[in-house]
């Protein structure tokens, strides 16, 4: 399984975007880029994914650089709501498994 | 919005005994698995579950697992002769046709076992 690396643990201030970066400079061509958040004392949560093109929805959006190599998740106004682990996995075209890192901890101050 | 639910919430069991977690998922979720994650540890993939047979699993997910889908909305986690180390959070997800893009995930079973 590819493997991705993400920071320990990042800071934001409320109602300021966040950049949450992601390297997996082993990906392949079928690896879809998955980002899920786990909330405190919750179940993982699906953020967004995407294979080569930037990705907005409603929660964030997703940038993929273009040799795929990295992607950096962007949270475009934390709140309070938004602190979680957030982790960045490479899920396989033909598999449904998801392989956890220990995602990055991001804190939001008021 | 529809969601899976886990039941129960928390359950306590003695060293050796058989434990039960339950799952309902999504109602026209074709794909099911089971993760866990030991406290203050990373989630890890136990198995999927896909047409009736398990598709994949993971090296954890030994003889002492099993899963099942009982009727057209369960499915099911067994645990045989628990073990301490067995004590975890325990989630079960779906996710619809392809088993993509999104998984969805229950709240969690805490299984203690004492």
């Known amino acids: 399984d590819a493997k991705t690396t993400q920071p320990n643990s990042m800071e934001s201030n409320e109602e300021e975007p966040v950049h949450l970066p992601c390297n997996h400079s082993?990906?392949?061509?079928?690896?879809?880029i998955h980002w899920y958040r786990q909330l405190p004392s919750q179940g993982p949560e699906y953020v967004i994914h995407?294979?080569?093109s930037n990705v907005n929805n409603r929660m964030a959006s997703l940038a993929i650089a273009e040799d795929r190599k990295s992607s950096t998740l962007i949270l475009h106004r934390a709140t309070l709501r938004d602190a979680a682990v957030y982790y960045c996995?490479?899920?396989?075209?033909?598999?449904?498994?998801?392989?956890f890192g220990q995602g990055t901890t991001l804190q939001v101050k008021p | 919005e529809p969601e899976v639910t886990q039941t129960p919430s928390h359950q306590v069991t003695q060293m050796g005994q058989e434990v039960i977690l339950r799952c309902v998922p999504i109602?026209?979720?074709?794909?099911f698995y089971w993760y866990r994650q030991i406290l203050g540890q990373k989630v890890e993939f136990l198995v999927s579950?896909?047409?009736?047979?398990?598709?994949?699993k993971s090296e954890i997910f030994d003889d002492q697992f099993s899963v099942e889908r009982p009727d057209g909305s369960n499915f099911t986690l067994k645990i045989r002769s628990t073990k301490l180390e067995d004590s975890a959070m325990y989630f079960c997800?779906?996710?619809?046709?392809?088993?993509?893009?999104?998984?969805?995930f229950g709240q969690g079973t805490r299984l203690t076992v004492v």
């Open positions: 996995i490479l899920r396989v075209f033909n598999t449904g498994k998801l392989i």
């Open positions: 082993t990906i392949s061509g079928t690896d879809y």
């Open positions: 995407g294979l080569t």
């Open positions: 579950f896909y047409n009736n047979e398990i598709s994949e």
């Open positions: 997800a779906s996710s619809g046709q392809g088993g993509l893009p999104e998984a969805f």
């Open positions: 109602s026209n979720h074709l794909y």
